[in-house]
């Protein structure tokens, strides 16, 4: 057992990228000193057991705050929104957590020290959606040519989960925290912040994107200590495509000075002809590359 840990979760139909999480990881040499764990909210028993004999632990997720049974429908994978807030109740053997979303793998090692570096001292390690070559952070309905309606992110879910209007006016143009990466030490009181606010936003709100409300909240509104780490720590390609390195075979950012990648997170999905590349691993679309032309590739994880 390491004091470090790095955690997901999956049910059987993330099974796939979730191995690929796990290959992208022990791929470094470094991941030797890093213990990987498991929470399972849903995976085969077969599954189950090839990924309990490549990782340190698996486990099953709970409901660790008691969701009204017509809100889950039976969807074990929605335990992430909750579960992820108490991990040093699953696994307390561990000085520090950092938890990446099954749909993202590890490209470069130098950003998991970043955040295990980030968490130091009860800080909260977390990237925000914003960077160079982001054009539209917030959806805006304008009436009457001035008067504006905001329809950020975070306002209109702080508002739908029963957000106090001023709480959700300090939120509504921060730059959006992403959950789906994160790193926090054990004894952090972010912990007990960051659920209080959860609890809340569970008590009104959909569960989906609850745990990422509370985060925002607890940073934005209850400033907890936070270390804010590049963007190419948790690349959403969703929001902005990377480009494609042909010398170094590897994934950076499409502007100057073109950082590698470190973990690329394909949360809301890469979408051909209606269907999701999380779901089809041999789907492709065209990268630019740092030569100026363009190649097909797929952003999930290949050995």
């Known amino acids: 057992m390491n004091d470090n840990s790095i955690i997901t979760l999956a049910d059987s139909n993330y099974y796939e990228m979730l191995l690929e999480l796990i290959n992208s990881i022990q ?14 909210a849903g995976l085969t028993p077969q599954q189950a057991a090839i990924v309990k004999s490549k990782v340190y632990k698996i486990k099953k997720a709970n409901w660790d705050i008691e969701v009204p049974k017509h809100k889950t429908f039976g969807k074990e994978w929605l335990k992430s929104q909750v579960s992820r807030a108490f991990l040093p109740s699953y696994f307390p053997e561990f000085k520090k957590y950092l938890w990446i979303d099954c749909d993202a793998w590890v490209q470069d090692w130098n950003s998991i020290e970043l955040y295990f570096k980030a968490c130091e001292n009860g800080k909260l390690g977390i990237t925000q959606t914003i960077g160079p070559g982001y054009r539209v952070m917030s959806k805006v309905s304008w009436i009457f040519g001035r008067l504006a309606l905001i329809k950020s992110q975070n306002y209109k879910h702080a508002r739908s989960s029963g957000i106090e209007e001023e709480d959700a006016r300090k939120i509504a143009f921060a730059p959006h925290l992403n959950i789906g990466v994160f790193s926090l030490e054990k004894n952090s009181i972010c912990w007990q912040v960051w659920q209080k606010n959860l609890k809340k936003t569970l008590s009104k709100g959909k569960i989906f994107g609850s745990e990422g409300l509370a985060i925002n909240l607890s940073v934005y509104v209850n400033n907890v200590p936070t270390e804010f780490l590049p963007l190419n720590c948790n690349w959403i390609a969703s929001n902005l495509l990377p480009k494609y390195d042909a010398d170094r075979k590897k994934f950076v950012e499409p502007n100057l000075p073109n950082y590698q990648i470190g973990i690329m997170h394909l949360a809301a999905g890469i979408w051909v ?31």
């Open 27 to 40: 791929k470094h040499p470094e991941s030797k000193s890093i213990s990987i764990c498991v929470l399972d």
């Open 273 to 303: 002809n209606n269907t999701d590349m999380r779901v089809d691993k041999n789907l492709t679309i065209d990268i630019e590359t740092l030569k100026a032309d363009t190649v097909k590739k797929s952003l999930r994880y290949k050995s």
